[in-house]
């Protein structure tokens, strides 16, 4: 078995026990948890010493995906972000499906479609959308590579993943925005 393999192994075992893992995304490293499990997510705000005053991103591998999660998307969204080069968090009126602590206080989700092999690997197997929020404590820089994720984080979550943790390019955080009615407002 390979070590990307591995990795998925063990990453996959933590989320369906309701674990968190340490994980490379399509933008900066993150902390992710099954978003459907409710102690779960509670976990990761509690990580990141974190109230739960917004949402919190989750992944997803299709949007297929996003049709089970949501409640009536705009499909032009989905012509929209092909033509996008950075990786885009789309807030999402009426989530459905996942942890309440996931949702914004309006009912809104924001959902990232993922292309990185890693996630898109993980999500296709765990079949379930997956929490991505950056790997810090709250109020602190984000991490841009994996050296710079605080020993805190690494020391609370049950895994973390060996594939990327040698790079040394400075990733940056996804842009963000809210779809309604085929208008873009980038919040990020």
Known sequence: MSAFEKD????????????VILYPTDTIWGLGCDATNSDAVAKVLRIKD?????GIIVLLATERDVLQYTANPDLEVFDFLKTTTKPTTVIYEHGLGVADKVLNEDGTIAIRLVQ???????????????V?????????????????????????VEYIVQFRQDES?????SSIIRWKNGQIDVIR
Do not use: W, Y
């Open 50 to 54: 974190r109230d739960n005053d917004k």
């Open 169 to 173: 390019e400075l990733f940056e955080p």
């Open 8 to 19: 998925i192994e063990a990453c996959l075992q933590v989320l369906h026990s309701g674990g």
């Open 116 to 130: 990185e092999d890693f996630c898109r690997h993980l999500l296709k197997r765990f079949k379930k959308p997956v």
């Open 132 to 156: 991505s929020t950056s790997a810090n404590i709250h109020g602190q820089p984000s991490p841009h590579n994996f050296q710079q994720v605080d020993m805190i984080i690494k020391n609370n």
